[in-house]
């Protein structure tokens, strides 16, 4: 386990992670699309695996 102990240097990985995640990912509920590109175009149907019953607490910050 590693701390990370430069504020930039997170935000860069994070930033780094949610690109990877965003555009260059495939994602099996999306038929193997990335979720920018499915963003881009609203015509695309893709499966969801959410559940309409679920209650999730708020998230307060």
């Known amino acids: ?3 990370i102990k ?3 240097l997170a935000q ?5 992670a949610v690109y ?8 099996f509920s999306l038929d193997l699309r990335k979720p920018a590109e499915v963003h881009l175009n609203p015509n695309i149907k893709y ?3 959410r559940k ?3 209650n999730l607490p708020e998230l307060t910050i």
């Open 20 to 27: 990877i995640y965003n555009n260059l990912r495939t994602h």
């Open 47 to 49: 499966k969801s695996y």
């Open 1 to 3: 386990k590693q701390t």
């Open 6 to 8: 430069n504020i930039d």
């Open 12 to 16: 860069k990985m994070t930033e780094q």
């Open 52 to 54: 309409n019953n679920v």
